[in-house]
């Protein structure tokens, strides 16, 4: 009798250590979730630095590559009949007659 008398005096009490209890237990698996996450987030973040910095330095060489470019536009003509002569000797191929069309500016793409 004693102990139902001294259950029902703490009744209160224990229910709020049970509630205390599970609520520590729902915090601490929020707690390693969030933990996880950021640590996902981290990662992401210097994959993303380190695509940038790939991309500044390929932005760097694109323009380099738009100083050489200038010099590799105008083609000369007696080079590329030589080439494909060359190729259609390679393929036992004839060439009869070659007519050029005239000459045309390429697009340059910056």
């Not at 500044?56 to 050489?68: S, T």
């Not at 010099?71 to 060439?95: C, H, K, M, P, Q």
């Amino acid at each position: 009798m004693e102990l139902f008398a001294s259950i029902n005096k703490y009744k209160n009490l224990i229910l709020n250590i049970l509630f205390l209890i599970l609520a520590l237990l729902i915090a601490n698996n929020i707690y390693k979730k969030q933990v996880r996450e950021i640590g996902k987030i981290r990662s992401q973040k210097e994959n993303e630095i380190k695509k940038a910095e790939v991309l500044k330095e390929i932005v760097g060489l694109d323009k380099k590559l738009g100083a050489y470019r200038s010099l590799f536009t105008i083609r000369d003509s007696s080079e590329v009949v030589a080439n494909i002569n060359a190729l259609a000797g390679e393929y036992d191929i004839n060439i009869n007659s070659i007519r050029p069309e005239p000459e045309q500016r390429m697009a340059r793409f910056i």
